[in-house]
């Protein structure tokens, strides 16, 4: 290496001994400057390379053994599952966003981006009990609800095909199809069978399913359950209606809002924020993931008092929104730390029309935080990528000083922890039982109370109760599942014989009982009776009115933007001591 030193430095330096010293010396320093530079753009070139070969050989291998399978194994191999298998395994360890989509498979990337597919616009799901697919929720004006089907209606059959047994993803695809197609759909309903000419359309789901005036008649409330295709526009119009409404404060919901389209985000926070002022940045390997997002339009309102809702299932573009609020001090943000997904996917297109949604970049709100809250590079032994430590995130500011961290997701200004609920709760509302008392609630009360004023009483909740008991309802209780394996570890550990009377005692106490368990939550399962009954006439956005008057997030909102003194005191920078 020295000896290339100098023969560089020779064919650098012009042969005149004219030359004063001091020039030689410059020349020399230019010569080593020089000299650094290649030698490391020979590194780079050689570990591109190295990397290029890596890639190829690798290629070459995969290739190679897919080749010697196809020929030799003893059975024929079904090549679109066989390599589907190795794709998906490949991407598992990336991340879990990054995914590829068949050409059979683009409907779902583009309901994803858009909100709209064809179909009959109806949530399915599983009758255990019949091992068919349900009607679960019909969305109201589409082909589903506008034939007349009903949540509970059992599929039989799908233009004279039988469907038990099959997958509900399955189904859902044999009910999508192309706009403007007719077929037959055959359910059972009451124990009858019934048959409905359907024909599919375009559904568009809406990205604001709600948005109305509270109680107090001062509060407007939007619901934003997805970041679609001009979801801003749907946005932009509920905060202009509900100010001509008279509200005075408003209430942005992000919570369960999965995200979706970046520069919808950005949208619907320039409503809020004056033109110009940057709201996001994304940086990726590649230069052309790199980009600024700034405000480009006057806002509708700066002024506005502004609480955001969010929760653990608030992700991506949602947690743009409720950072990018946050970090400009324009929203008080409530409820509990968001999901932490600080990544930005963008899809390519794919051989044989099929397309690869691929992580390009992080992207980094106005206080120049990076949210992403779990490090998909560092695995542990096992291959897990674990959450980022908070002890290892880093303190930001927001425009008025405010102290905010990276990694880890949003954390609210106010947090508001959810009531602890019984795993009762989660299996009722996925289980048979709470879908055909709501069909027996309908039989005999034809007319539903209007959303809000829904209310369960004693002796409907008794009927509820006593047919839970009577359906063989069953669930797994998370703490004698605890208490089982306390007990392997005591056992293993040689305690058990010691402590048995003790772990007797507990197992009393922890004995599984039903009749017990349906009254000590007795009033945490009446709203998931109300909603059941709801959305049989009111459909969505009927459930959601039914559930603002118990929500805690909300409730808390209203108080906050209702005492001005308190909304800006928590926006305003905390003194340093």
Do not use: W
Request: with cysteine.
């Amino acid at each position: 290496m020295f000896a290339f030193y100098k023969a560089f430095c020779y064919f650098c330096n012009p042969i005149d001994n004219t030359y004063k010293i001091v020039h030689k010396m410059k020349k020399k320093k230019i010569c080593l400057v020089l000299f650094v530079f290649i030698c490391g753009m020979c590194l780079i070139a050689f570990k591109n390379d190295k990397h290029h070969f890596e890639v190829s050989k690798n290629l070459n291998v995969f290739n190679s053994i897919f080749k010697e399978l196809d020929l030799f194994y003893v059975d024929t191999i079904q090549p679109g599952e066989v390599i589907r298998a190795g794709i998906d395994a490949m991407l598992e360890k990336i991340d879990p966003y990054t995914t590829y989509y068949s050409e059979d498979e683009l409907d779902e990337l583009r309901q994803m981006t858009t909100g709209k597919y064809a179909g009959i616009g109806s949530i399915i799901r599983l009758y255990k009990a019949r091992n068919r697919a349900v009607i679960f929720e019909p969305y109201e004006n589409t082909p589903a609800a506008n034939a007349g089907l009903k949540v509970g209606d059992i599929i039989l059959s799908i233009d004279g095909k039988d469907i038990e047994g099959m997958t509900i993803d399955k189904v859902s695809n044999m009910l999508r199809g192309d706009a403007g197609t007719t077929f037959v759909l055959r359910v059972e309903r009451d124990s009858l069978p019934m048959e409905f000419n359907i024909t599919r359309e375009n559904i568009q789901m809406p990205a604001v399913p709600y948005f109305g005036m509270l109680a107090d008649g001062q509060t407007g409330y939007i619901y934003l359950e997805s970041f679609t295709d001009k979801c801003s526009r749907d946005v932009r119009r509920a905060v202009i209606q509900l100010k001509e409404e008279g509200a005075t404060r408003l209430i942005l919901d992000l919570r369960g809002n999965g995200g979706g389209l970046l520069n919808e985000a950005v949208e619907i926070v320039n409503l809020f924020v004056p033109k110009g002022l940057e709201i996001v940045s994304t940086k990726g390997k590649l230069r052309q993931a790199c980009h600024v997002y700034n405000t480009s339009k006057e806002p509708l309102d700066t002024q506005l008092p502004l609480a955001v809702l969010v929760n653990s299932s608030s992700a991506s573009a949602a947690e743009i929104v409720a950072g990018s609020l946050q970090d400009l001090d324009r929203a008080v943000i409530i409820g509990v730390r968001t999901f932490g997904k600080g990544l930005v996917q963008v899809p390519r297109d794919l051989p044989y029309n099929g397309q690869l949604k691929v992580t390009t970049s992080k992207y980094y709100i106005p206080s120049g935080r990076c949210i992403q809250a779990i490090d998909y590079q560092h695995r542990d032994e096992t291959g897990k990528a674990e959450r980022i430590a908070d002890s290892l995130t880093n303190v930001f500011y927001t425009a008025a000083g405010r102290e905010v961290r990276d990694g880890g997701g949003i954390r609210p200004d106010i947090e508001v922890k959810s009531e602890k609920q019984g795993t009762i709760l989660f299996y009722l509302a996925n289980d048979d039982v709470l879908l055909d008392f709501g069909n027996k609630y309908m039989k005999k009360h034809p007319i539903v109370a209007e959303p809000g004023k829904l209310e369960i009483t004693d002796s409907v909740y008794a009927d509820f109760k006593q047919m839970v008991l009577d359906s063989g309802f069953s669930y797994d209780r998370q703490s004698k599942e605890a208490l089982k394996k306390l007990k392997e570890v005591a056992e293993f550990e040689g305690y058990l014989k010691e402590a048995s009377a003790e772990f007797d005692a507990l197992e009393k106490k922890l004995d599984h009982n039903l009749a017990n368990d349906l009254d000590r939550y007795k009033e945490e399962i009446k709203p998931l009776i109300a909603v059941e009954i709801i959305k049989r006439t009111h459909y969505q956005r009927g459930t959601i009115i039914q559930q603002i008057d118990s929500d805690n997030d909300i409730k808390e909102a209203v108080s906050l933007l209702g005492d001005s003194l308190r909304y800006r005191t928590i926006l305003s920078p905390i003194a340093k001591k």
